[in-house]
DNA sequence: GGATAATGTGAACACCGTACACATGCGCGG
DNA sequence: CCGCGCATGTGTACGGTGTTCACATTATCC
């Protein structure tokens, strides 16, 4: 069983392993460091091995947590069945992302929580899928099979970014208006989304 | 001077203002108990008498923030010159606090983000404006005078909330996408919201 | 195999929220 | 006018936090 080796093999990745568990259950404000090393068998003092400070070990939560909604959105939109004309697909993988991002943050509110949580130190970029990218992407993808008008392109990803984006937060957020059909606001957002851009 | 009474007068308010400060200058994350008494000179037990906990203080200054968000909607909906037939008055109106609340967020992001902060107390509500009342009024507004359908009255209110909410967290958050333009943006969706709303 | 870098330990510091017993002074009933 | 009660502020203490630094241990490479 080799006990316990000094040396943990693969610190960093288990400290980010524990850190999602704790953003899973308990959100990103609950995060301490002396909790992850307790959680993960090791001193405090060992973490500083591997992130410069705790801000650092909550970007690199976040970058993880907008991975995983951008896979959401880009699984979401991959399961449109390929039938209709190419013009109906390509709305319906459009709305099939809006869907996905938005039920994303209601199924799990602490993760998309922190996956947009304003942290003062900032990670280089990877290599890995950014929501950002997979929205744009879909509207050239209508913009193509004409869906939306050419003059409208320009403008429509911030339109259905902030869309999106700010349904995701009020219905993660405690100033939830008091309506509560939560499927409904959200077919009603991602339909108004389509009809200002098209 | 009255050199130092044992008593301070309105402590809560005093604590309150110091908070706002520390909210604006660095936001709501840096607010420490500890700090406000000090800096109000006043022993950190001493705010125990007012408040419950650090996290009705948040809360407080959170709905103080929502309130100053609220009034510079009010404000920029008023300021809109009485011209015109009352039905692009009432989207002037509209639009005016749609501006508003975004350029409300980009200038005062701090308070911006404590206003929507997500925290574990909730406070009673006061009699004070809310932004999402001023928004459902300009609806009704328009409805009233012709200038949107009265089928899209409904889903109306989500849209546009959801649409200026989103886009002041993208304009004020860390993920902002490549785009810089901030008015072209905002103006790109208020008008988008009303397009999808008409 | 021995130097050297990488990694984990232990103790310490400063700060934080919070609790509790105590000091102080305002305001009201006699 | 007095004195008593209650609201308010003080002092001290506890447990928890991020972070640092000297030190111990192990992996790696010449």
Redesign the pocket.
């Known amino acids: 069983m080799a006990a316990k080796?000094?040396?943990?093999?693969d610190?960093e990745r288990a400290l980010l392993d524990a850190a999602i568990d704790v953003v899973r259950s308990d959100g990103i404000a609950a995060?301490?460091?002396?909790?992850l090393?307790k959680a993960v068998?090791?001193?405090?003092?060992?973490?500083?091995?591997?992130f410069?400070?705790?801000?650092h070990v909550i970007a690199a939560v976040a970058m993880l947590s907008r991975e995983d909604l951008a896979r959401h959105m880009l699984a979401a939109r991959d399961a449109v069945p390929a039938r209709g004309s190419a013009q109906r697909r390509s709305v319906a993988r459009f709305e099939a992302i809006g869907h996905a991002y938005v039920e994303f943050a209601v199924a799990h509110p602490t993760v998309f929580e922190a996956a947009f949580t304003a942290c003062p130190v900032q990670l280089e970029r990877t290599e890995d899928p950014r929501a950002w990218e997979v929205l744009t992407a879909a509207i050239d993808e209508m913009t193509l099979a004409g869906a939306i008008p050419a003059a409208r392109r320009q403008d429509a990803p911030i339109i259905a970014w902030a869309g999106v984006h700010g349904l995701a937060n009020i219905l993660t957020g405690a100033a939830v208006p008091p309506g509560i059909d939560v499927d409904g606001q959200i077919a009603a957002v991602v339909k108004g989304i389509y009809r200002s851009i098209s």
């Open positions: 080796p000094y040396h943990h093999g610190l995060l301490s460091l002396r909790d090393t068998g090791v001193t405090p003092s060992a973490a500083y091995r591997h410069p400070s705790r801000d």
